[in-house]
């Protein structure tokens, strides 16, 4: 019931094009849906859902604060260039404010170190590129442009071009940042995302939470799986540093996709074993995972007790736990 009422959630957003950002949010619940699409129907006729962002007229915006009791006073923006958006709202437990869609104003608050803004070509500028050279024209950014072509053309598109901006006197952090993504080309883990994290300016404990989400997902590189270990299992991998799987007692390590979402499917993967207290998550490379898995069926798997040090050398990430039982280690 819950996620039903989250799924008619929606936002409605004043963007200021002069800052380049959103400067005000307000979220109402929509019981009628088909309302709303009635009120955007010229844009909603490929979104049943209305999953898209819409880019509200002042006669949408007047209808949608009228229909749904909007409270939104559009007196309250000092700037004349407002642009009104409609979403859906999607929760997030990030708890700070992330960079993307803030990049100019934290950038010329300091808070922000670095800016990387890459896109196909043509066209030869991305969208609100002018409101950041505005600041470079002022002396308060620096700005640097790397255009790279293709061999060959593809889908109309001729090369990708990246502009850094950076807050003068932080220029040194795109040279640092180039060679970040030249090293950990191929082999990204959580210590480039701590190195990028601190070169765009997020704080350390922000970097820490991050990191520790994505541990989580297992999403630094490669495929994610899961497995059940035991309290001598989860016991030794705490020893260990949670940087390798933990031997097993039976004849195989049973191996399944991770998804960090799907509770369900994790909690039937604990209880099938007894004496399991929590199932664990790690990367390995795609290409190194076929030497362990037989992708033709859909899991879970069975990984030889012998070939757990081998695996231990293709991880990607540390290990984390994903859900465990009430138990003390």
Known sequence: MLSEVRSNFFVLEAFDRDLWCPVAQTRFHVADVEALRAIVSGEAG??????????????????????FGVRFDRSEFKSADIDFHLMRWHPSDTPYLIHTNYELPLLLD????????SHDY??????????????????????EVVVEPFEAPVKGFLGTRTVYYTPKGE??????????????????????ERLEGMILGYEDWQNDWWIDHLQRRGTFGGLPFCCPVTLAGLAWMQAAGFRALPPVEGRALVVAS????????LHGLLLENPDCVAVVSFNIDAREAKDFINFKNSGPWQIGAERIGELNSKLRSPVAVVIRRDVVV
């Open 171 to 192: 220029e040194w952090r795109i040279p640092a940042n180039k060679l970040i993504w030249k090293v950990g080309a191929g082999a990204w883990n959580e210590h480039f």
């Open 122 to 143: 043509p066209p030869m500028t991305f969208e609100g590129e002018h409101r950041f050279d505005h600041w470079v024209a002022e002396g308060m950014l620096h700005r």
């Open 46 to 67: 490929n979104d049943p859902e209305l999953h898209y962002i819409y880019h509200l007229d002042d006669d949408e915006l007047d209808e949608v604060v009228a229909r």
């Open 258 to 265: 991770c998804d960090p979402d799907a509770k369900d499917e």
């Open 110 to 117: 300091g808070r922000k170190k670095l800016a990387r803004m």
